[in-house]
């Protein structure tokens, strides 16, 4: 399927010379769902094959290790923690994201492969939370990456956060889960956001 960007260039405009023959210059594509009973089968095993990247950039993090012990036993429904980008479908943001770590949550966001979904987990990257009126802290981490659930809490239990993998898994079976796509079809938006914040982008501006 053809989208609005398939011609459109990325500028790399911050990159040096030398950098942007390193770099893909092409805009990221939406992807089109499979037929309906396929797309139907794909949903289901997204659904039960959730392997998460848990970028630990505030304390929320802390209360994702518990769910690794036979109390919670996450592996027996499909979920389990992987170390790399490349490696996993959900990016969790735990807790608070700073200035600083704003520019690693993008990188790592973009080099996953689709379909990804994001969990934002805390108050603090919902709103703010107790750093709501901070110089270095990310308020609304919406506005830089697509969120397919909200997490909230101070900090969440891990009973709360396997309410929401359990949402999560809803809303993919339900094929509401589109936040990549969003992100593709909204990506001037969520770079304008983005780079408004950052001020050092020494970056291409999509890292595949
Ligand atoms: S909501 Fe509470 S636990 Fe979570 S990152 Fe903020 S201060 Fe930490």
């Given at each position: ?12 405009a ?6 942007k ?28 094959s ?107 239990r ?5 309410a ?7 809303r ?11 992100y ?25």
């Amino acid at each position: 399927m053809k989208n609005k960007n398939d011609k459109k260039i990325l500028e790399n405009a911050d990159l040096k010379p030398i950098d942007k023959d390193l770099f893909s210059n092409a805009y990221p594509e939406t992807v089109p769902p499979l037929n309906k009973y396929m797309e139907k089968l794909a949903n289901w095993a997204r659904a039960n094959s959730l392997w998460f990247l848990a970028f630990g950039t505030g304390c929320g993090a802390i209360e994702l290790r518990p769910l690794l012990t036979s109390r919670f036993d996450i592996y027996s429904k499909g979920i389990a923690p992987r170390p790399t980008p490349r490696q996993s479908g959900v990016f969790i943001i735990g807790g608070y994201s700073s200035v600083k770590t704003l520019k690693r949550i993008i990188r790592s966001y973009e080099q996953m492969q689709n379909p990804k979904f994001v969990i934002s987990l805390c108050s603090c990257s919902i709103n703010g939370g107790m750093y709501f009126d901070s110089y270095n802290t990310i308020n609304q981490i919406d506005k830089y990456i697509p969120v397919d659930v909200f997490i909230t809490g101070c900090m969440p239990r891990p009973e709360a956060i396997m309410a929401g993998f359990d949402k999560l898994k809803e809303r993919i079976l339900a094929g509401k889960t589109e936040g990549a796509n969003k992100y593709v079809e909204n990506f001037e938006y969520y770079k304008a956001n983005q780079k408004k914040i950052i001020k050092d982008w020494n970056m291409p501006d999509y890292n595949w």
